[in-house]
DNA sequence: TTGTATGCGTTATCAT
DNA sequence: ATGATAACGCATACAA
């Protein structure tokens, strides 16, 4: 052992993983880290798999059309297993996922197939509870700002924000439907494209937080709405930018931590009964966090504020 | 070929490894995730080493402490290289990394030693700069809201302004410094802190934007002053949030896509040249983007923004 | 308990 | 050009 110190040995675990057929590497495929929500979680994820001694090898993706590449790449390394947040909208991706008999655990992904499972965000539950919050605030004018088409959560959750509008009693005829990137340029040019088409909306429901930043300031900026004194805001994901004081933003809070243990859970599960494909679907609640961006916190009314 | 692809082969790239001596993984060291500025660089690292033909190991490390296991392990999978986004503060981690006779790629991190290339933002000369646009806006109780200690990049931030301000002629007396942790909270902490002391800055550089936002909105909330009407601010980093338009925040942008482009060339000179350490130093120029906390975008003067 | 041979799936070398 | 074989470093199984 001494000598082993001495010569800065350390096992190697290359010809294990040969031996074994387990590399205890999992491929963790994501894309829009410029979104807080995916940065952080990813960071939750590393950690978890850490903690289960798993290593994680990283694979950012653009669209779908790397993914392929990128799949092959991970499966050379013979990774135990595939953990992605990306919202696997199309049903070749899930083809080409099945056909690698390997583990997959899926984020806020509807698209199911054998070896893959998924923990989602109770997506649909939080759209209606999104429009119970806007009715409450008395809102006759809601706008629902989806996400990108692609992105199931996101259909989810208008869904979702529909079926609760109607069930307050509102007519689903005076829902105005924008649609978005997810990113903060993309919620302030919703508003912008609204302004042009002279709709003035008294309650706002947008499909992630960034996008809602983007509302809040154009509201202020394009047509002088305040909120939450003229129009309630609401978004998805509590980043950390929600809690920021000039945005003080009411969200949806998606308890990564334990969507995370879950999915640790999922993969514990598939890797114990290796060879035998797992196919199951978590669904977690998520909390509703209101702030002043709806009256809640209270401080976007205080007095020091211009 | 076709009984190939119809048996779903695919090569195996860990014999590859064991044979060649080298992995085509790199080990990715990070923390501060939660801050969009590594969230957003470590996107761009992630694709470039990908172009490159290497895969991530990534490795997410919250303190020194994890940080030596973590590098046992990563070396047990004979990763080729190391490029790590941590300050680097003490001697013992850099003899750590020194020991693996790995080639090690560092940003914004002044320790140095054989095996260890850093690439860094000029940090000493943007605190100049940033001075010298305080001066410029005739402010006379200026505030340096310092990383913590152990952040070398802040530190020379820290020098660069107090030089700067020297060579404006300010007397340094009148500079007060006001330490934070890097956060948003750290930030509008901060201002509470100067507010309880009595002291009204007219201008703040802030070692990074997180905490620049926390200080535009704590003068607002705790001590009524706008930005840039009573207090011009600038930050460090150029997150996403610096050009929402509610912080509209001057910042220094550290050009992170060159950064890493740096980075790849001392990689695969280090790979090159195998079994040789190497050791380089790379500065980058901060590129000042002045906007709306500084007067610069002059958007905060809008009249439609109350 | 300690020691020794074999195999993992490639790459590289050597012989044909 | 094509084909056989050793070697990478560890884990496993079996022998002593």
Redesign the pocket.
Known sequence: MDAAAHLG????????I????RSYMVGVVIGGLENPFYATALERLATALRESGLQVLLMHVDDALTLDSALDQLV?YRIDAIVTSLAIGSAAVVRALSALRLPVVCFNSSRVGPWISTVNSDNHGAGRAAAHLLARHGVMRPVWLAGPTKNAASHARGTGFCTGLCATGLPPAHLTTVRGNDTYDSGYAAITQLDRRGIRPDGIFASNDMMACGVIDALRERMGLLCPRDVVVAGYDNIPQAAWRSYDLTSFDQHTEQMVARAMGLLDEALGTKDTPLSRTHVIDAQLIERGSTGGGGRNDDPAIP
């Not at 040995?9 to 294990?16: C, E, F, M, S, V």
């Not at 040969?18 to 057929?21: E, F, T």
């Open positions: 040995y350390r096992p190697n675990r290359i010809p294990a040969m031996q074994s057929g050379s």
